[in-house]
């Protein structure tokens, strides 16, 4: 895999070829975090800045957890409904 650098006015992002050839930047936010008073609000733009982001792993899985689901669950779900 080749490093790629793509140079923004909000960062210079570092990416990569994977094993097929395809250019890739992964986790590239396109605004700034919903937290504090951005909370539940519209988007906004983000601040320009001179930092290098490494752009080779999706953060999504940091904003947005993974829901298991088990038995345990279900169980409560159904005594909630009756």
Known sequence: MSKL???TRY???NGFDDENG???WLGI???QPPVGKLR???PQSLTPTDKTL???KNTASRLCKSLTITKAHLKIRKAKIA
Do not use: L
Request: aromatic fraction near 22%; avoid cysteine.
């Open 54 to 56: 490494d752009a080779k």
């Open 29 to 31: 936010p396109f605004a």
């Open 22 to 24: 395809v250019k890739t």
């Open 40 to 42: 539940w609000r519209a």
């Open 5 to 7: 650098t793509f140079k």
């Open 11 to 13: 960062g210079t992002f």
